[in-house]
């Protein structure tokens, strides 16, 4: 397996910097690899993303030496591994709340020992050509990186019991979500959503544990394409 680009910036004390994508197109992986971007990432969630689409991304990515990541679906075992059997390294998974559901994503994503992860598919395995596959699993753990969202009032409520689970390390946040939860539907900067999620760095810090963004940055796609064709249109009268 390719290594992780993120987890060798995060050892080097730097930030991992990528591309989101939510519509997908293989010149824009191709073009991650070029300008030197350490990573590229897909949307399962709140886009089209089959897992053929991803297959193809996956290639590319591991052709022009860009680690693919992606928010899955779902919490469902056979969904979440279909995608890391495509090749993604590092699973975004939305809405944990409890102890319990961040030990069965560790089981879902890892390997034994510190998991019971599917063996596995033809692209994990390099069709194969691995004679060693107790140091290919390994390696592929080691590769794996499981990012939790949190994103209710309920999983900052036990976070504590949360963060005791081992394999993980990251989190992702969700504020719009959190802001429903809390009953600031619309409301994500909220003085109370705020400081639920500042309380909440603060005890991830406390048990070693960080939020995603702390160690990237990402560019998203149609956001770059939104503001450049806003401002080519105020430059010639037009903007709104």
Same mark, same amino acid.
């Given at each position: 397996?390719?290594?992780?680009?993120?987890?060798? !910036? /995060? @050892?080097?004390?730097?930030?991992?910097?990528?591309?989101?994508?939510?519509?997908?197109?293989?010149?824009?992986?191709?073009?991650?690899?070029?300008?030197?971007?350490?990573? /590229?990432?897909?949307?399962?969630?709140?886009?089209?993303?089959?897992?053929? +689409?991803?297959?193809?991304?996956? @290639?590319?990515?591991?052709?022009?030496?860009?680690?693919?990541i992606?928010? /899955?679906?779902?919490?469902?075992?056979?969904? +979440?591994?279909?995608?890391?059997?495509?090749?993604?390294?590092?699973?975004?998974?939305?809405?944990?709340?409890?102890?319990?559901?961040?030990?069965?994503?560790?089981?879902?994503?890892?390997?034994? *020992?510190? $998991?019971?992860?599917?063996?596995?598919?033809?692209?994990?395995?390099?069709?194969?050509t691995?004679?060693?596959?107790?140091?290919?699993?390994?390696?592929?753990?080691?590769?794996?990186?499981?990012? *939790?969202?949190?994103?209710?009032?309920?999983?900052?409520n036990?976070?504590?019991? +949360?963060?005791?689970?081992?394999? +993980?390390?990251?989190?992702?946040?969700?504020?719009?979500?959190?802001?429903?939860?809390m009953?600031?539907?619309?409301?994500?900067?909220?003085?109370?959503?705020?400081?639920?999620?500042?309380?909440?760095?603060?005890?991830?810090?406390?048990?070693?544990? !960080?939020?995603?963004?702390?160690?990237?940055?990402?560019?998203?796609?149609?956001a /770059?394409? @939104?503001?450049?064709?806003?401002d080519?249109?105020?430059?010639? $009268?037009?903007?709104?």
């Amino acid at each position: 397996m390719p290594a992780n680009k993120i987890l060798e !910036r /995060v @050892r080097r004390g730097e930030k991992a910097l990528g591309l989101a994508m939510g519509s997908y197109t293989d010149e824009l992986v191709e073009l991650c690899g070029v300008v030197g971007l350490d990573f /590229v990432s897909y949307d399962g969630q709140h886009s089209a993303s089959t897992p053929e +689409i991803v297959d193809r991304m996956c @290639r590319m990515a591991d052709g022009w030496d860009v680690t693919p990541i992606m928010r /899955v679906p779902d919490q469902i075992p056979s969904n +979440i591994l279909n995608y890391l059997d495509r090749g993604i390294q590092a699973v975004t998974i939305p809405f944990l709340e409890t102890k319990e559901q961040a030990e069965a994503l560790v089981q879902c994503c890892m390997f034994a *020992p510190e $998991g019971r992860r599917s063996y596995t598919s033809q692209r994990v395995m390099r069709f194969g050509t691995y004679t060693d596959l107790k140091a290919m699993m390994a390696e592929t753990n080691a590769n794996t990186i499981i990012v *939790p969202q949190l994103e209710t009032i309920t999983a900052y409520n036990n976070l504590d019991e +949360i963060v005791q689970v081992e394999g +993980i390390e990251f989190f992702g946040g969700g504020p719009n979500d959190l802001a429903q939860s809390m009953g600031h539907v619309g409301e994500p900067d909220h003085p109370e959503c705020l400081e639920v999620t500042k309380q909440g760095r603060a005890r991830l810090h406390a048990a070693g544990k !960080r939020f995603f963004d702390e160690v990237m940055e990402t560019v998203t796609a149609t956001a /770059v394409v @939104r503001d450049a064709a806003q401002d080519l249109l105020k430059r010639h $009268g037009r903007g709104r």
